[in-house]
C-alpha cells in the first residue's frame, strides 16, 4: 500500500534548522549539525557541507515548503540558493538547551587549546597544559560567547589570564638581513617591537637574530620592506620559542 505525502513536503532528519522572519513570515533552512557556526567564522567554504537541501521551508520539522510568492516579497527573489545564505548569515540557529551546553563546553576547551598552544610561563618559558588552562579560565569565571571567534576569545583570555597568574604569548624567533645604508637607522624604529636581541652582526650588512610577540609581526614586515625597499630580509627561525616540558602550577 503505497503512503500519500503531499508534494509541498520534505523529510528531514538529525537537521539544525536557521530560521528568519521576513515580510512577518516566517521562513527556515535545513542544516548538518556543527557546520553553521563554521560556515559563519568562514572556516566552511563549501555550502553542500552546510545545507542538508537548498530549500526554503516554512516549517522544516514538518517538512512545509516555502511559496515561491512568498520567497519574492520577502527577498525579493526566488533563488533558493541565494535565499539559504541570506538566511545561514542572518537567521537565528535553533538549538535545544542541551544541544547550547555542548557546544558552549566545546568552545571552552578549543580556547583553552588554542592559549595553551600559543603561551608559556615566562619565566620559565615552559606551556601550560590545556587542562591547567581551562581551570585557570573557571577560576576567573570567563564566559563564552557563541557568536565570538575561539581565536578572538582565546586573545582575550590571554588578556585576563595575565591579571592573575604568569603568562604571555610564546616569542617567535626572527632574523633580519637588512642593507647597511638604512641598517642603522631601521634598527632604531625596529627596537620598540623587538623583545630580546639574541644576535647582531654588521659588516656588509646588518644582521640581527631577535625574539618579538608574534603580533608585531606584520607591522615589523612591513617595516622592512618599506624602508628597504624589498632589499631587506626577513626569516621566521621558530614560531614558539619554548622550553621541553609542560609547565605546572604549584
Given at each position: 500500500m503505497s503512503i500519500f505525502t503531499p508534494t509541498n513536503q520534505i523529510r528531514l532528519?538529525?537537521?539544525?534548522?536557521?530560521?528568519a522572519r521576513r515580510g512577518g513570515k516566517?521562513?527556515?533552512i535545513a542544516c548538518y549539525r556543527n557546520k553553521v557556526m563554521g560556515w559563519r567564522s568562514g572556516a566552511e567554504k563549501d555550502l553542500d557541507e552546510v545545507l542538508q537541501t537548498h530549500t526554503v521551508f516554512v516549517n522544516v520539522s514538518k517538512g512545509q515548503v516555502a511559496k515561491k510568492e512568498d520567497l519574492v516579497q520577502a527577498f525579493g527573489t526566488d533563488d533558493q540558493t541565494e535565499i539559504c545564505k541570506m538566511i545561514l548569515l542572518k537567521g537565528e540557529l535553533q538549538v535545544s538547551d542541551k544541544e547550547r551546553h555542548t557546544q558552549l563546553e566545546q568552545m571552552f576547551r578549543d580556547i583553552a587549546t588554542i592559549v595553551a598552544d600559543k603561551c608559556v610561563n615566562p619565566e620559565t618559558k615552559r606551556p601550560y597544559t590545556v587542562i591547567l588552562i581551562e581551570r585557570a579560565m573557571k577560576d576567573i569565571h570567563y564566559s563564552v560567547k557563541p557568536h565570538k571567534s575561539t581565536k578572538q576569545q582565546a586573545l582575550e583570555v590571554i588578556r585576563q589570564l595575565k591579571e592573575t597568574m604568569q603568562i604571555e604569548r610564546a616569542h617567535m624567533r626572527l632574523r633580519f638581513i637588512l642593507p647597511a645604508k638604512e641598517g642603522k637607522k631601521l634598527k632604531e624604529k625596529l627596537?620598540?617591537?623587538?623583545?630580546v636581541i639574541e644576535n647582531e652582526d654588521f659588516h656588509e650588512q646588518l644582521e640581527i637574530v631577535c625574539l618579538i610577540d608574534p603580533g608585531c609581526f606584520r607591522e615589523i614586515d612591513e617595516l622592512i620592506r618599506s624602508e628597504t625597499k624589498g632589499k631587506g630580509t626577513l626569516e621566521v627561525l621558530s614560531l614558539k620559542d619554548v622550553e621541553e616540558g609542560d609547565e605546572k602550577l604549584e
Amino acid at each position: 500500500m503505497s503512503i500519500f505525502t503531499p508534494t509541498n513536503q520534505i523529510r528531514l532528519t538529525n537537521v539544525a534548522v536557521v530560521r528568519a522572519r521576513r515580510g512577518g513570515k516566517r521562513f527556515e533552512i535545513a542544516c548538518y549539525r556543527n557546520k553553521v557556526m563554521g560556515w559563519r567564522s568562514g572556516a566552511e567554504k563549501d555550502l553542500d557541507e552546510v545545507l542538508q537541501t537548498h530549500t526554503v521551508f516554512v516549517n522544516v520539522s514538518k517538512g512545509q515548503v516555502a511559496k515561491k510568492e512568498d520567497l519574492v516579497q520577502a527577498f525579493g527573489t526566488d533563488d533558493q540558493t541565494e535565499i539559504c545564505k541570506m538566511i545561514l548569515l542572518k537567521g537565528e540557529l535553533q538549538v535545544s538547551d542541551k544541544e547550547r551546553h555542548t557546544q558552549l563546553e566545546q568552545m571552552f576547551r578549543d580556547i583553552a587549546t588554542i592559549v595553551a598552544d600559543k603561551c608559556v610561563n615566562p619565566e620559565t618559558k615552559r606551556p601550560y597544559t590545556v587542562i591547567l588552562i581551562e581551570r585557570a579560565m573557571k577560576d576567573i569565571h570567563y564566559s563564552v560567547k557563541p557568536h565570538k571567534s575561539t581565536k578572538q576569545q582565546a586573545l582575550e583570555v590571554i588578556r585576563q589570564l595575565k591579571e592573575t597568574m604568569q603568562i604571555e604569548r610564546a616569542h617567535m624567533r626572527l632574523r633580519f638581513i637588512l642593507p647597511a645604508k638604512e641598517g642603522k637607522k631601521l634598527k632604531e624604529k625596529l627596537k620598540p617591537l623587538i623583545k630580546v636581541i639574541e644576535n647582531e652582526d654588521f659588516h656588509e650588512q646588518l644582521e640581527i637574530v631577535c625574539l618579538i610577540d608574534p603580533g608585531c609581526f606584520r607591522e615589523i614586515d612591513e617595516l622592512i620592506r618599506s624602508e628597504t625597499k624589498g632589499k631587506g630580509t626577513l626569516e621566521v627561525l621558530s614560531l614558539k620559542d619554548v622550553e621541553e616540558g609542560d609547565e605546572k602550577l604549584e
